[in-house]
């Protein structure tokens, strides 16, 4: 299934759709059942929907927060996926620590890996999950020419020992895993990004085309990552 490209027209448009995606995400999902099992993105494109996040109104106590991959850096580390996010978010809005479950990826990339598999062996179909685009294809920290867990018996979390970006030793969410949700929104802006858009959209095999959920996927990008001057109509 091919991914719903969704162009935003400037930045604000960018973060608008955003904010629309995880608000109907979560109306959808506490509609339907208790709770809403959302998944986040690391690097540096989603810290403006997180910021954005922090000023609104949401059922914070009903949502469960996890990770698509980690840095094994100490726990306080500002460069860990789970300590930007709280930064500038899940601390700001008083998420329940309960509800926040960071990758013990202090344990080092093997037993970490292992701990987090265990604590998702538990958790149902996500309802959201958030990625990014690398500008060689990877999303998380699934690379090219690194096991991706793709098969049906794959944990759910797979240990990272060479990562072609520092640091070497990382955790992530197998394809398996972060393909088993109801909604996945990748954010993508830049220029940087528009090869691996390409190759994407062509059919080549990168590791975010191999997140698979059964609704398909949406990607949101700005102009400057769009590789083509048409546009798309959808979105």
């Known amino acids: 299934m091919q991914p719903r490209w969704q162009i935003a027209t400037d930045d604000d448009d960018w973060l608008a759709r955003a904010l629309a995606f995880v608000a109907r995400a979560e109306v959808d999902t506490l509609a339907a059942r208790g709770e809403f099992y959302i998944v986040l993105a690391g690097g540096g494109t989603p810290q403006r929907l997180y910021q954005a996040l922090a000023g609104e109104a949401h059922d914070w106590p009903r949502w469960q927060v996890w990770y698509g991959d980690e840095r094994c850096l100490p726990v306080a580390h500002p460069e860990r996926n789970s300590q930007r996010a709280e930064a500038v978010w899940l601390r700001p809005v008083s998420l329940p620590r309960a509800n926040n479950h960071p990758i013990p990826a202090e344990l080092g990339a093997e037993a970490a890996a292992a701990a987090y598999d265990r604590q998702l062996q538990a958790v149902p179909t996500f309802d959201l999950v958030l990625l990014g685009l690398g500008e060689d294809g990877h999303t998380a920290s699934l690379f090219p020419g690194q096991d991706l867990g793709t098969g049906p018996n794959a944990p759910a979390a797979l240990p990272v020992f060479s990562a072609p970006k520092p640091p070497p030793e990382r955790v992530s969410l197998s394809v398996r895993r972060l393909s088993d949700a109801r909604r996945v929104l990748f954010l993508v802006t830049g220029t940087g990004k528009q090869t691996a858009l390409a190759n994407w959209r062509q059919g080549a095999t990168i590791p975010a085309a191999?997140?698979?959920?059964?609704?398909?996927?949406?990607?949101?990008?700005?102009?400057?990552a769009w590789p083509w001057k048409s546009v798309p109509t959808m979105g």
């Open 210 to 224: 191999s997140i698979a959920p059964a609704a398909g996927v949406d990607v949101l990008l700005d102009r400057a």
